[in-house]
């Protein structure tokens, strides 16, 4: 059965690196989310993307996230000078069109120190 | 805006008990309506859904029914296992708002053998 994967599983980092986050979504979705989970919180949507660039984005997507599917296969998601609050677990998700239910990977958590 | 709330967890039960989570949510409109699962190290599962009021979601002995006149969509099931253990999310779609999830804090459930 087809499915989203992430690597790495988990990312520790010091407070104002870069991390990027890798998914592999299914291959035939057009459709890619990224969401995450701060401990104890809720899931929360960041960002979609379609068709090379971001159709919609949240209110915590700001100048320090960008996403990107730089060759055929991967999506990522770059934190250009990581936060203390951006330690989270980050999941990202496909679809095969903006309107069908999307495809969990596992997850990375992300420990920012 | 959209949102969704979960019964405070987590919830520890005994084998083959009987099990509630409750959710309710706030959105404008006729959103569709979903309860996904988490197991240990894996990613979110779709677990069931219901897109309309009085529908009713089932899949693997649980149950949930869109009550659109409480809100509410609480997840049921009337003998738990332990491998049911695992955490349980309920979100919403809006119909505007293509794929994208608002989901609850979501509740850690135990079951002992």
């Known amino acids: 059965e087809p499915e989203v994967t992430q690597t790495p599983s988990h990312q520790v980092t010091q407070m104002g690196q870069e991390v990027i986050l890798r998914c592999v979504p299914i291959?035939?979705?057009?459709?890619f989310y990224w969401y995450r989970q701060i401990l104890g919180q809720k899931v929360e949507f960041l960002v979609s993307?379609?068709?090379?660039?971001?159709?919609?984005k949240s209110e915590i997507f700001d100048d320090q996230f960008s996403v990107e599917r730089p060759d055929g296969s991967n999506f990522t998601l770059k934190i250009r000078s990581t936060k203390l609050e951006d330690s989270a677990m980050y999941f990202c998700?496909?679809?095969?069109?903006?309107?069908?239910?999307?495809?969990f990977g596992p997850g990375t958590r992300l420990t920012v120190l | 805006g959209d949102s969704v709330t979960q019964m405070e967890g987590p919830v520890t039960l005994s084998e083959e008990a009987f099990l509630t989570i409750n959710c309710t949510y706030t959105?404008?409109?006729?959103?569709?309506l979903f309860w996904y699962v988490q197991y240990p190290g894996e990613g979110l599962q779709l677990l069931l859904k219901?897109?309309?009021?009085?529908d009713k979601g089932s899949n693997k002995g649980f149950e949930a029914t869109y009550r659109k006149e409480t809100t509410s969509f609480h997840l049921e099931k009337g003998s738990v296992q332990v491998s049911d253990s695992a955490v349980y999310f309920c979100?919403?779609?809006?119909?505007?708002?293509?794929?994208?999830?608002?989901f609850g804090e979501g509740t850690q459930l135990t079951v002992n053998p």
């Open positions: 219901a897109t309309k009021a009085d």
């Open positions: 959105a404008t409109g006729y959103p569709s």
């Open positions: 993307f379609y068709n090379n660039e971001i159709s919609e």
């Open positions: 291959s035939n979705h057009l459709y």
């Open positions: 979100a919403l779609s809006a119909k505007t708002s293509g794929s994208r999830l608002t």
């Open positions: 998700a496909s679809s095969e069109n903006g309107l069908g239910l999307p495809f």
